[in-house]
């Protein structure tokens, strides 16, 4: 089975940077996905690592190391509206159309305070 | 372009209660997940839908849910009877293709069985 471990909650000050780390254990991984959901919406694509290294998308950047199943999503000049949950999910299954799954972690809930 | 929409926003019922939930996907998504997010938990997939197929069912509690995708486009889920652990945010997201790394969500349903 697939099992991912993020921190629950992160504070962090407006302005700061911020890394939320995941950890992942699973077969026939693909890659790693990050999304965003604020209270009460729905959950929003951020990021998306298949490979090594590190992805960029203006204040956001996501990391992989495949070798250590491991990853980050970083936040920069954060924002007070960054306060919302965040997920990684893992991407596995094998080669065919109908054989992949996606599994999310438990979510880390950022606070963005003045 | 049009999210995925899903009806309704909120939904109370009484346990041993039918309910049903509607998705309408994005425009020429194939794709179509149901996922069941409890409180403080990451989405977890019920089933996907490759056009009226579904594909990957194993989470679905069959003895009091079911899913249908009748013409590939949209779906409903239901659940009878309804049970107190019911309780939960169903959220309906699509992509694409099958194997691309982005999935819409739309907004969810509440459901609260009392």
């Known amino acids: 089975g697939q099992s991912l471990e993020q921190p629950s909650e992160v504070t962090a000050v407006e302005g700061a940077i911020v890394q939320i780390n995941c950890t992942y254990q699973t077969s026939g991984f693909y890659g790693l996905s990050w999304y965003q959901q604020h209270d009460g919406g729905a959950p929003t694509f951020l990021s998306y690592?298949?490979?090594?290294g590190l992805e960029e998308t203006g204040r956001f950047s996501s990391f992989l190391s495949r070798s250590d199943s491991y990853g980050y999503l970083l936040l920069q000049e954060l924002q007070m509206k960054d306060s919302a949950s965040y997920f990684c999910?893992?991407?596995?299954?094998?080669?065919?159309?109908?054989?992949?799954?996606?599994?999310f972690g438990k979510g880390t809930k950022l606070s963005v305070i003045p | 372009e049009a999210g995925v929409v899903q009806s309704p926003r909120y939904k109370i019922i009484e346990k041993k209660q039918p309910v049903a939930f509607w998705c309408n996907p994005i425009s020429g998504h194939n794709t179509l997940y149901w996922y069941l997010q409890n409180l403080g938990q990451g989405p977890e997939l019920l089933i996907r839908?490759?056009?009226?197929?579904?594909?990957?069912d194993s989470q679905l509690p069959k003895d009091r849910f079911s899913a249908e995708r009748l013409k590939g486009v949209d779906s409903t889920l239901k659940i009878q009877p309804a049970e107190l652990g019911d309780s939960a945010v169903y959220l309906c997201?699509?992509?694409?293709?099958?194997?691309?790394?982005?999935?819409?969500f739309g907004p969810g349903t509440r459901l609260t069985v009392l």
């Open positions: 839908y490759e056009n009226e197929e579904a594909v990957d």
């Open positions: 690592n298949a490979l090594d």
């Open positions: 997201a699509s992509s694409l293709t099958p194997g691309t790394d982005t999935q819409y």
């Open positions: 999910a893992v991407r596995s299954g094998y080669s065919g159309a109908g054989s992949y799954q996606l599994t």
